[in-house]
């Protein structure tokens, strides 16, 4: 069952349903269950990129792609290969040297569910399989297309992106960072991988550099968003919805957007961030009204 | 300073310690020292990546690319992001929910020098950034060439192959294999990846069918008689010269090649497999002298 993006408008409900249910569709056709005998890798591989969630990044990508024409079957397959690297770094964050987290949308995290050991290699394997799957034939043709599409995405899951975010973000555990250093660690952890989503949709659909440059700049916008609404969320929302524990962030010591603005000030940021966000799109006249509602619902999510 | 492999052959010594020093060189170029403020995460990939090494995968890789003619400064490249692809397999495997290992290379692990959690990272962020070099275009300027390299790597270090391999690997330790399936752990774990050193030279020369063959052939060959001796030097070798403790495998309670055959049948294969290997070569006219004395130098190292 995909789980219904609560608060979104019903268009965008639907939309963000039909990207769930075919994301998933094809994440589990390119990760099949296997009866060799380290099945049990793939077994934990498929747990942490097939336990629930809600797309945003494949969504944003399949959008962005559509504005241009892709063919969804070769969008899906980014998108799958992005989820699937997003996933990885779930799995490792979750690991008892990292966030220590057992549960993770409401079920249990990898390495609870199998061990130590194969949530670190499953990790691996996620991330390693995303390259692979966008090297391969089927995700296009083109291999300017494809050797881009890895480029862009290791740039922004590396040191100088998410992997370089999340050691920021442990540094951050024991010091205290302004709101210059924790803006710059969510635009790596975060926000570099939510801009090759809508990057990506370009690439493939071969945009010319003011309509790809928009959809970064939207996509940047919004990711920032994402993380202050987030840590709204940590502080504000129901452990029933989000499947994760409250608080989790100020337990752990972490400087987030709420504990050096406060909750208002962070609520206004977030709205900025959001008519900023809508505002590049205006290149697309009217098209890219998904990505806008997208935009709206992120503000007002619950989970 | 450059380690000097022991037992090579003068010639063969030489061009290995050129190709230690000039990869390292390429590693320390593309992964510099970094400043700010997520800088441990680079210093604890350096660690990993630069701490000795005989970079016998990038060695495989020079000589293979050579054999076409191929620019050192390309190959280079691609040897350097195989090496940091290899090293951060090494350093997971290192971590205490794996194979608990607190020394390599007569150093510290990367979670003894830094953290846990820093050697996660470090790890993680080092294979993205080996598919980030071969997606660049220094690395060869037609993306067929950049998009095979990536994809074939992929393929070598994923689920079926060495993140597969190291999984059989934690199972074999509570399980009792046959000697086929420790041939399929030891072929997914080292051998697809010493095979994709070799692949790789030909993919970046353009070769044809036949002389890409002839490598794989050979390297999947010298693989296998790798981790053969790799076993019997666990049990045999002098803890200064592997600068790791002696009989981890059996104290792990790990089926290898020497605990199912003896180490007598198990020298007897390593001979047979680098015989079969330097064959393979015979394709290359007497080019390949020193693939094939490297052959001969696996079966007699001491470390």
Redesign the interface.
Known sequence: MAPSPRDAAPHLQQAMNETVESVNKTIGRLLPE?D???G???DA?RHGVLAGGKRLRPFMLMQSAALFNVDPARSRRAAAALEMVHC??LI?DD?P??DNSSLRRGKKTVHKQF????A??A???L???G??IL??EDTHPD??V??EL??KL??A???QGM??????D??GESEEFDLG?IS?MQR?KTGKLMSYACEAGAILGKADEPHRKALCNYAHDLGLAFQVTDDILDVEADPDQTGKPANQDENAGKSTFVSTMGKEQAKARAEMLVAQATRHLKIFEGRATLLKDLAHYVLERRA
């Open positions: 296997s060799s005998a380290e049990r890798l793939y591989m990885y770094s490792h690991l040297a990292m061990d130590e050991a194969t670190i290699l990790g691996d394997a991330l390693t399989l390259f692979e090297s391969q291999p300017h494809r050797i890895v480029n290791a740039f899951s590396g040191g992997c370089g975010g999340q050691m920021l442990l540094i250093t710059r790596m």
